[in-house]
């Protein structure tokens, strides 16, 4: 076999969608991935009991199909067998006193409701997501564009003309206010402002951080104009479609190929060199969807440029994911009208309850009331569990990589600070108690339970380091023209005919494939 123009070290959802994109426009593609199957975040699996299909980690698309990456494959993809289910409810909130909310996919509708709460707040979730519509332009240019670039240049200045140098620095001002500002200052509900907290943690934030309300505000607009998909069957269903276009495309994909170092030649990236020994050479390119850590540490070590080894060292990773999955024997009660449909539901005291747990977490401890956000896969495929059975995917964004104590002062303390098996078990018995308390009869309906922390969620995937699912602190300082480091220039690095995607680079952490698409658009 030739040379491929290009190897893709990972499997994530970023390095699929390059090859994809590669091999549509005639190149040669290998992708390499260390583990036995590929798909990074993205795993199916029957872990608590027969007939019940779990996505371990991540389990929602609503990025993926609105993204440039889904425009220019989901046709292909759709013909090797990839379909989404849907629900009318993407997100709902319910709070200790039985307050809820929930947003649907029609905006008149989430008007009226949230009106109907509190008044006045329907209009303004309507000039919240309305100026996201009025500044699309703008605002998913910058979010999913290649920052350094002509179009770019041309967007900012295009924009500065219409509004005026100052209009633009007011906008650009105005979306750095942090999450707690933008809902103490726009909603009356308590209710209202908890169902929006609890997404900032979905971007890697909390709701003190800079930029954290315009991206909350981001996510609103995108759940109601697209929903919360999961793929049918599960999200190894993606993995097989996004598999067979690749190889439809000429490209070749191995797994169990664990690539241990990068060859340079002359100073140039021209292959890699794989655990087993063997030397696998590229004609064009070598592309990692990696983080940081492992492309200047682990792959390039010594030839790894000073500076870049510098920024590596001081490069922050966010707060660690815990996540627990449930096979009942009936779908649960909730004790909340409505809620049984919801996609995605969040269990939170309220933005303070957020802000309370992010902190916790952020200084190590575990937190006292988590914020747990509910996925319920059988609402919108059926698919997933037996006739009659429910599935539930828990993810609690908010969990130490590394344990200083518990916030409640009732679980013990390794030594080490690290995880162990009975200290995850016994924090999924708190989240657990917590969830049992909005469910009738909730104990009684559990066939099985999976928990995972961060330290396991890291055995599966070395890309998640101490469990952090977004390749790296997401605060302004760690995004756009500064992710990964300062001196950043798109997927570029210090060393030709190496490339850098994956979470830890622009656009970010998320299933949109977007540093894969702007890297294959411009190679």
């Excluded at 609503?62 to 759709?78: E, N, Q």
């Excluded at 013990?412 to 078990?425: K, N, S, V, Y």
């Excluded at 308390?437 to 396991?456: L, M, N, T, W």
């Amino acid at each position: 076999m030739s040379p491929p123009d290009h190897i893709i070290v990972g499997s994530g959802i970023n390095a699929l969608v390059c090859a994809a994109m590669l091999g549509g426009k005639g190149a040669k593609v290998l992708v390499l991935e260390r583990n036995d199957r590929i798909g990074g975040c993205m795993r199916t699996e029957e872990i608590t009991a027969p007939g019940f299909i779990h996505d371990v980690m991540a389990t929602t698309f609503v990025l993926f199909i609105t993204s440039p990456a889904f425009a220019a494959l989901g046709a292909d993809l759709a013909r090797h067998g990839l379909e989404f289910c849907h629900t009318g409810t993407p997100t709902g909130v319910l709070r200790p006193d039985g307050s809820h909310a929930a947003l649907s996919t029609d905006r008149a509708a989430n008007i009226a409701a949230l009106n109907a709460i509190a008044a006045g707040d329907g209009d303004r979730h309507a000039d919240d997501v309305g100026g996201i519509e009025r500044n699309a332009g703008l605002l998913f240019g910058l979010l999913g564009g290649s920052l350094w670039s002509y179009p770019t240049a041309k967007l900012l200045a295009g924009d500065g003309w219409r509004r005026g140098p100052r209009g633009l620095a007011a906008f650009l001002g105005e979306a750095l206010v942090p999450a707690r500002n933008w809902l103490e200052s726009t909603y009356q509900s308590e209710t209202i402002r908890a169902l929006w907290a609890p997404w900032v943690l979905h971007a890697g934030l909390g709701p003190e951080d800079a930029f954290s309300g315009q991206i909350a505000k981001v996510i609103a607009f995108a759940l109601e104009a697209a929903g919360a998909p999961i793929v049918k069957g599960g999200a190894k269903n993606l993995l097989s479609a996004f598999e067979a276009l690749i190889i439809e495309r000429g490209g070749v994909i191995a797994t169990e190929a664990d690539v241990a170092s990068i060859i340079l030649t002359g100073g140039r990236a021209t292959g890699v060199r794989l655990a087993s020994g063997e030397a696998v050479n590229a004609k064009k390119s070598v592309i990692c969807s990696v983080t940081p850590t492992q492309l200047y540490g682990r792959l390039l070590g010594a030839d790894a440029p000073k500076d870049d080894a510098e920024a590596t060292r001081k490069y922050r990773y966010g707060k660690g994911n815990f996540q627990i999955h449930y096979a009942l024997d009936r779908p649960p009660a909730w004790r909340g009208e409505g809620l049984d449909k919801v996609a995605l539901l969040h269990l939170t005291p309220g933005l303070d309850g957020v802000s309370k747990a992010c902190n916790e977490a952020a200084r190590g401890m575990l937190p006292e009331v988590p914020t747990i956000c509910v996925g319920q896969p059988h609402a919108l495929d059926p698919s997933r569990c037996p006739p009659g059975k429910a599935i539930l995917w828990l993810q609690l964004p908010e969990a130490p990589r590394h344990i200083k104590g518990d916030a409640a002062g009732k679980l013990g303390t390794p030594a080490d600070g690290q995880w162990t098996e009975a200290l995850r078990e016994a924090y999924a018995d708190r989240v657990e108690a917590i969830l049992a308390s909005h469910i009738d009869g909730f104990k009684d309906s559990v066939i099985a339970r999976r928990a995972f922390s961060p330290a396991d969620l890291e055995a599966m995937n070395i890309n998640l380091v101490g469990g952090d699912p977004y390749g790296g602190s997401s605060t302004i300082d760690q995004s756009f023209l500064w992710r990964p480091f300062k001196t950043s220039r798109n997927h570029e690095t210090g060393i030709k005919g190496l490339h850098h995607i994956g979470a830890s680079t622009h656009p970010g952490a998320g299933l949109g494939g977007g540093s894969g698409f702007l890297l294959a658009g411009r190679l």
